[in-house]
C-alpha cells in the first residue's frame, strides 16, 4: 500500500520529530530541573530513537509487499513491528545500564500504540493527497484541451493539408499524443525521458504556428533521463514560456530546456525570455500561477522534502529550476 510507504526523507523526520517531542513533554512529570530534565530527555532518547528508526526501516522493507494483504493484516504486521521495536528500545536500556528494571511489557504497548498511531497519520496523509493530485491533473488536462491551442493546432493543420501533407500528418499525430497522455491511467510517476518526449511534441506544435518567433534550445543530459517524475510535470511549463514569454512578443522569444545529473541529484530548468515590458517599468499582466502551484504540489506528493522548486524573473528571463532525488545508478 502506497499509503505506508516511510522510505522518504521527510516521513523519516517527521517521526522522529513526533518522537522526540512526546519524549521531550513525557520528561516534564518527572524532571525536578532544566538539567535533569535534559539528562531524562537523554536517556529516553537513547532508547525510543533507535526503536522509531528500526520500526521504520522494517516497514519501509515490508511496505511494498504489505500492499497486497488485507488492511487488518496491515495493522497487525505495523503494530508486531511496533512491539518489536518497543523491546528492542527497551533492551537498549536495560543492556547500557540506563534502567535497572525493565519495563518490557509497558515498552512493547508503547510500541504498539505508536506503530497505530503513525500508521493511521500515513493513511490519512495518502487520502489528504489524492484531491490536490486529482486536482492538478484535471487542470493539466483542461490545460491540454483549451479551445484556443486545439483550434490553432488545428487549423495549422488544415493550411497545412495541401502544401506540406508529410509534416501535416506529424503536427496531427503530436496532437493525437498529447490527448492520449492526458487521458491516460493515474500513475504515480513516469521517467524525466518521457516527459522530454512529450514536451518536444507540444513544442513541435508550436514551432508551426509561431515559426522563427520560437527559438527552442535543448541541453539535455542523458545520465538524467531515469529520473522519476510527476506525469505532465515539464509541458505545463513549457507551455507557461510559450504563453507568457513568446505569444505577446511581437519579436518572439527564446525557450531553453535543460537537464542535468550532478551526483544525487537531477536539475531541471525551464527558461525562457520575457517580452520587453515584462521587466520594465509597466510589466505584462501575469498569470494567476496555477499551473506553477501545481507542478509545485505534485512534485511535493512524489519526493517530498527531497524536491526542491524555484520559479521567478531572473533579468530579462523567466527561470523555473527544479531539483529532484538522482536514480540509483546501475
Not at 492526458?182 to 508550436?206: K, N
Not at 531553453?256 to 520587453?276: A, F, Q, S
Not at 499551473?291 to 528571463?317: C, E, I, K, T, Y
Request: with cysteine.
Amino acid at each position: 500500500m502506497a499509503a505506508y510507504d516511510v522510505c522518504q526523507v521527510g516521513v523519516v523526520l517527521r517521526a522522529v520529530l513526533f518522537v522526540e517531542a512526546l519524549l521531550a513533554v513525557l520528561a516534564l512529570f518527572s524532571a525536578t530541573g532544566p538539567a535533569d530534565w535534559l539528562g531524562l530527555l537523554a536517556m529516553l532518547t537513547g532508547g525510543a530513537l533507535p526503536a522509531t528508526l528500526l520500526w521504520l526501516v522494517g516497514l519501509c522493507a515490508l511496505h511494498r509487499r504489505m500492499g497486497n494483504w488485507r488492511p487488518a493484516w496491515q495493522q497487525v504486521a505495523g503494530a508486531g513491528m511496533g512491539a518489536l521495536a518497543g523491546l528492542y528500545g527497551c533492551g537498549m536500556l536495560r543492556l547500557t545500564g540506563a534502567i535497572s528494571t525493565a519495563p518490557w511489557l509497558a515498552s512493547a504497548l508503547a510500541g504498539v500504540m505508536f506503530a497505530l498511531v503513525a500508521m493511521g497519520w500515513l493513511v490519512l496523509r495518502a487520502r489528504g493527497h489524492m484531491p490536490a493530485d486529482t486536482a492538478a491533473r484535471l487542470e493539466d488536462l483542461q490545460s491540454r484541451i483549451r479551445p484556443h491551442f486545439l483550434f490553432n493546432t488545428l487549423n495549422s493543420a488544415i493550411a497545412l493539408v495541401r502544401a506540406e501533407p508529410a509534416k501535416a500528418e506529424t503536427l496531427l499525430e503530436d496532437l493525437s499524443e498529447l490527448f492520449r497522455q492526458a487521458l491516460a491511467d493515474p500513475r504515480e510517476s513516469v521517467t524525466l525521458a518521457d516527459e522530454i518526449g512529450l514536451a518536444e511534441r507540444y513544442l513541435a506544435i508550436e514551432q508551426i504556428r509561431f515559426g522563427d518567433r520560437l527559438r527552442i534550445r535543448w541541453d539535455l543530459d542523458v545520465k538524467a533521463g531515469s529520473a522519476r517524475v510527476p506525469p505532465l510535470l515539464l509541458q505545463p511549463l513549457v507551455e507557461n514560456a510559450v504563453k507568457h514569454g513568446v505569444e505577446p512578443s511581437a519579436q518572439g522569444g527564446r525557450l531553453r530546456v535543460r537537464t542535468e545529473r550532478r551526483g544525487p541529484r537531477v536539475v531541471i530548468e525551464v527558461i525562457n525570455t520575457l517580452p520587453p515590458l515584462a521587466w520594465a517599468e509597466q510589466p505584462l499582466p501575469r498569470g494567476h500561477g496555477i499551473a506553477l502551484a501545481n507542478v509545485r504540489d505534485r512534485l511535493r506528493l512524489l519526493h517530498d522534502v527531497q524536491a526542491q522548486f524555484r520559479a521567478g524573473p531572473d533579468q530579462d528571463h523567466y527561470r523555473v529550476r527544479i531539483d529532484i532525488p538522482a536514480p540509483a545508478e546501475a
